[in-house]
């Protein structure tokens, strides 16, 4: 099975950063798009952000354009989200997920192939 592994989740206060890191497996991560989503209860899981390892291109989602940058280190098999300005609303679990690339442009999470365990960010008013 692919592995990916989520880290740096935690509380925050709003307008306060955190930097969330997702290590996945050399072959999954050289072939496919990675992106970010979250959840909270009662709601489906959404689309944050991806990155096509090969080029580097990324998306966002409208609700984080401007404060949340995603970007990779292929060397390292990562791939970060530095999240800045957060607020209450980005409250959720966020997972990282590899895809087929076209996962990066739609932000569907029905065309994720891997999941990552998920890690709590919680903002604070």
């Known amino acids: 099975q692919v592995q990916l592994v989520e880290s740096g989740g935690g509380s925050v206060q709003a307008g306060g950063s955190l930097r969330l890191s997702c290590t996945v497996s050399?072959?999954?991560?050289?072939?496919?798009?990675v992106g970010w989503f979250r959840q909270t209860p009662g709601k489906e899981r959404e689309g944050v952000a991806g990155?096509?390892?090969?080029?580097?291109?990324?998306f966002y989602a409208d609700s984080v354009k401007g404060r949340f940058t995603i970007s990779r280190n292929n060397t390292e098999n990562t791939v970060y989200l530095q999240m800045n300005s957060l607020e209450p609303v980005d409250t959720a679990i966020y997972y990282c997920?590899?895809?087929?690339?076209?996962?990066?442009?739609?932000?569907?999470?029905?065309?994720?192939?891997?999941w990552g365990q998920g890690t709590q960010v919680t903002v604070s008013s």
């Open positions: 990155i096509y390892s090969g080029s580097g291109a990324t």
């Open positions: 050399r072959n999954t991560f050289s072939s496919v798009c």
């Open positions: 997920a590899a895809g087929i690339y076209g996962m990066c442009q739609t932000l569907n999470r029905n065309e994720a192939k891997f």
